[in-house]
């Protein structure tokens, strides 16, 4: 989950659910969202326009611009209604509360810390949410989704720090130095999957090698 630059104001009007399920509103939002879940940032097969503060059938907040977002179809499900107060991921930087943790080895979980003492309601329940996403999903296909995406975050990590190791050697050979670092790069922005994850390593491990990409 990372702070998204979302167009500001809607591209045309929003009077009806048809008007952000297809046409130049599902197309900014999917431009704006990089085309992933802004919850679990993988870059979904089946796609949903979520509402991220629930309408239960109040028009001003389904068809209210700022209250839509890009989600996969595993994330909104186990959201549902339940999860009303989640952190605003393009008002707020989830990166400044949150430590998105994942160690690339098999089998291994994600883990989602809280950073400081002084946690919002928001925060605490957006790590509640996301280990039901990726850890303890509530039911048995939820689970094997979970563990399909884990899968996803551990071959995209993996490939993360595969070509770490391949820029520090061509540090050590004094060759590609500036296209290895490109290849690092841009895992590190954003727009890229599982986001996160990569820039919690990189910012943790390697700040003097990558902070300029980190602040991209």
Known sequence: MVKINKTSPAPIPITCS????????????????????????????????????????????????????????????IKGTKYNNVIDCTKDDPEETIRFKFEPLPRTEPEFELKGTNASPEV??????????????????????AIELCRHLYKEVKDFVREV???????????????????????????APFAAFKRTLAREIYPDNFGKALEK
């Open 124 to 145: 605490i329940q957006t790590v509640e949410l996301l280990n039901k996403i990726f850890c303890k999903p509530p039911t048995g296909m939820k689970t094997k989704e």
């Open 165 to 191: 190791e391949e820029y520090f050697d061509a540090i050590d050979c004094c060759a590609n130095e500036d296209k290895c670092y490109t290849y690092v790069a841009n895992r590190l922005v954003r727009s």
């Open 18 to 77: 048809k008007d952000y399920q297809q046409g130049l509103v599902f197309e900014t939002i999917c431009k704006d969202f990089h085309c992933k879940c802004y919850l679990c940032e993988d870059k979904p097969t089946s796609i949903n326009i979520e509402h991220i503060v629930p309408h239960k059938g109040d028009k001003a907040l389904k068809y209210k611009w700022e209250n839509l977002f890009f989600a996969c179809a595993h994330c909104n499900n």
